[in-house]
């Protein structure tokens, strides 16, 4: 549960960090403020982890995934907070989650995004960064790979595809609305998504 609890300081840091840039992506093909949205659930987040002390896994991923849904304004707080309310419904009956488990409820919480947003991967959406990186660590897993052992892959294949939404037209969301207007910009879901990620990597690696 530390590294949980390490992840989560993590990403609210790297969040809050990134949060202008999160905002200047959005201000160019959205609403402008997904970097605030994003730094105020996790804030609130923080702000609860005390609560979260004696908690399973499976208990925390639900309660985090409604200060989510209610703390990120836009489109973002539905589906990050679906993301980890799936992620905590395929753990709930597993007592000492294995990293396959953990993989397994990344798919669960991948799909929920896509159910959630009607959507996949090729439309300029986070879902371009999300489904590449489930299909790495599947891949490895199945190679018998571990999480940190895959670490360097999962961020070069996070940041790839950050780069890859600037090449395509967006077709859901606001920014859909503006066409080819939307090329060379990156989905700013696409970069928190990547951001995300950049702080497990951190945390593997931090990690004996």
């Known amino acids: 549960m530390d590294t949980f609890f390490r992840l989560l300081e993590v990403c609210s840091q790297n969040i809050n960090d990134k949060a202008d840039v999160l905002n200047d992506l959005d201000q160019q093909i959205g609403d402008g403020d997904h970097g605030t949205n994003m730094a105020r659930g996790f804030n609130a987040l923080i702000a609860k982890k005390d609560s979260f002390k004696d908690k399973t896994l499976a208990q925390i991923l639900k309660e985090s995934a409604m200060v989510l849904i209610s703390q990120v304004a836009g489109s973002a707080g539905p589906l990050y907070g679906t993301a980890v309310l799936k992620a905590g419904d395929s753990l709930k009956d ?18 929920g995004v896509q159910f959630r947003g009607k959507s996949d991967k090729g439309e300029k ?22 999480l940190k052992e895959m670490s360097g892959e999962i961020l070069k294949v996070a940041q790839e595809r950050v780069e890859y939404t600037k090449t395509i037209i967006a077709s859901k969301g606001r920014a ?30 931090e990690g004996n």
């Open 94 to 111: 597993i007592a000492n989650p294995q990293e396959s488990d953990y993989i397994v409820a990344y798919r669960a919480a991948v799909e």
């Open 125 to 146: 959406t986070m879902l371009d960064v999300l489904i590449p990186v489930l299909e790495l660590m599947e891949k490895e897993n199945k190679a018998g790979k571990s």
């Open 176 to 205: 859909a609305y503006l066409g080819e207007r939307s090329l060379g910009v990156a989905d700013p879901g696409a970069y928190s998504s990547m951001i995300l990620f950049e702080s497990l990597v951190q945390v593997l690696e």
